[in-house]
């Protein structure tokens, strides 16, 4: 006899985007960026990594910000536990102090800023909706009135095509660039970090 068992849901993974700020010591800044470039290019050997950069501070501010992007939360954790990433964290700690990590996927990372709280919900579904509506009395004009003859199927995945390509590609871009200040609000202050495990 048999049992049919269900099959578990398959679930997929957000790519996790991380922004990890440091406060460089006082002439540490040269041995601090050849030191951030070389934590990424161990991180770039791990599977998973899909890209990474060093965001210089302004002009007499001594905050840097590492960012770092892996395509899922799995992939990340055997990074930041790994050896490589402790001995890399052990050679650099004589150069910063850690000041805070901000872990982000799915819309937020459309939207973060390195010295800045992620947008609320409520924020990303109003701009999601300004993005959706135009897209909603486009696709009437321009689509729906040709693609009246194309099988249901075939219909819906052109429109869902459409909508997908243009939030991704123009308006979500665009938008983010537009209401980014509105959307992530003012700098909040933050204590250091008791553990260091980014890179």
């Keep these: 006899m048999s049992i049919d068992r269900p099959i578990p849901e398959q679930r997929h993974a957000d790519p996790v985007t991380v922004l990890v700020e440091r406060r460089v010591l006082p002439g540490k800044g040269e041995e601090f960026q050849s030191w951030a470039h070389g934590i990424l290019a161990e991180a770039a050997g791990f599977p998973g990594y899909l890209g990474g950069g060093v965001l210089h501070p302004a002009a007499a501010d001594d905050r840097w910000h590492l960012v770092y992007r892996f395509t899922d939360q799995a992939s990340l954790h055997a990074w930041e536990s790994s050896p490589h990433n402790e001995r890399c964290l052990h050679h650099g700690r004589e150069l910063h102090e850690l000041v805070r990590v901000r872990h982000l996927s799915g819309m937020e990372d459309l939207f973060a800023l390195p010295d800045r709280a992620a947008p609320p919900r409520w924020k990303l579904t109003l701009v999601a909706a300004a993005a959706v509506y135009p897209l909603s009395l486009l696709s009437n004009v321009f689509l ?22 243009a939030m991704t590609y123009a308006l979500l871009p665009a938008l983010s660039r537009v209401l980014r200040r509105w959307l992530s609000g003012p700098s909040p202050s933050f204590a250091p970090h008791p553990e260091d495990s980014h890179a």
């Excluded at 040709?146 to 095509?161: C, D, K, M, S």
């Design 144 to 165: 729906v009135p040709y693609t009246g003859g194309l099988p249901p199927a075939v219909r819906n995945a052109l429109i869902a095509l459409f909508f997908s390509g």
